[in-house]
């Protein structure tokens, strides 16, 4: 099928319509009036429809052009998009980025930079993988993220600090333990513990005090969160996560010398100096982040 019409013709009609008159939007498009005129008027005999009019030395659009262009503005704003991502691709941008994130990590940590990421990019998807323990580590040994956010700095892979979490103690209201002031490592040893297990796949993990008789275990802090608002038993889960739970349903325990512990995040480029620009760029957006969250 032969189009009657051009892409340039419509962002003629387009600028003009911004412009508020001819003569504006040729400054604007740096052609000369006569230029603008002329492809107007082209258009207006390809389509047979009447676009423009002159009001007061105002260039505006009749009904018909502002319905024809409203549509066309989608159109435009395609060829732009198309236009960046030529002009990325010919820069080496990846097409696609994997960012391995650590299960403790707050996920706005990520999206509120990856929004700002994407403002700028049009070309590159993004994949997110969940990690926890082992799994953080073998992600960024084996170079499997261009992006890893990861607890403790891994040995041979520079990192910066990211930001620290707080993990509590947490049952259900209705959990025999929310009636307890002050708990002690006794009363949990003898409570069923939920918790989250190592994702990795080899030389797995333990972190933390894990001495209760019985333990449910779940892949992540929504599942953990879900079994422990049933009442089947307490479980230490990050600050972050605790303040989305309504607080009537929820008590956060106060145990005898084990109240809280916290965890420093970090983060790295796990391809070092082989990371591309996308990587790169998104990596400092990540890190001007911190500085938002103090």
Same mark, same amino acid.
């Given at each position: ?31 000369? %009036? ?36 409203? =549509? ?30 650590? %299960? ?17 990019? %049009? ?68 409570? =069923? ?46 600050? %972050? ?54």
């Amino acid at each position: 099928m032969r189009l009657k019409t051009t892409l340039e013709q419509w962002l003629t009609l387009s600028e003009i319509d911004k412009a508020g008159s001819i003569q504006a939007a040729a400054v604007a498009l740096n052609k000369s %009036h006569t230029t603008l005129i002329y492809a107007v008027r082209k258009l207006e005999e390809q389509l047979g429809v009447t676009l423009l009019k002159v009001e007061k030395r105002r260039a505006i659009l009749t009904d018909d052009g502002k319905s024809l262009l409203r =549509r066309a503005q989608t159109m435009l704003e395609q060829a732009k998009v198309l236009e960046e991502i030529s002009n990325q691709l010919v820069q080496g941008v990846e097409s696609e980025l994997t960012i391995a994130i650590d %299960h403790l990590c707050n996920r706005n940590w990520l999206y509120a930079p990856m929004a700002l990421f994407f403002e700028q990019n %049009h070309s590159t998807s993004v994949q997110v993988i969940e990690t926890s323990l082992s799994k953080t580590q073998q992600m960024v040994t084996a170079e499997s993220a261009d992006i890893s956010i990861i607890t403790l700095p891994i040995t041979n892979h520079p990192s910066e600090a990211f930001g620290v979490v707080s993990m509590l103690p947490v049952v259900a209201k209705n959990h025999p333990l929310a009636t307890k002031n002050q708990p002690c490592l006794a009363d949990l040893s003898s409570s =069923r513990q939920i918790v989250v297990r190592d994702l990795g796949r080899q030389d797995k993990q333990d972190v933390g005090w894990l001495k209760s008789n019985q333990r449910i275990t779940v892949d992540n802090f929504d599942h953990a969160v879900q079994a422990m608002l049933q009442g089947l038993g307490y479980c230490r889960l990050p600050q %972050h996560v605790i303040k989305n739970i309504p607080s009537n349903s929820a008590v956060v325990l106060q145990v005898e010398h084990a109240q809280q512990y916290q965890v420093p995040l970090h983060i790295t480029l796990p391809k070092g100096a082989k990371s591309g620009p996308a990587a790169k760029y998104l990596y400092q957006l990540l890190l001007e982040s911190v500085n938002t969250r103090r």
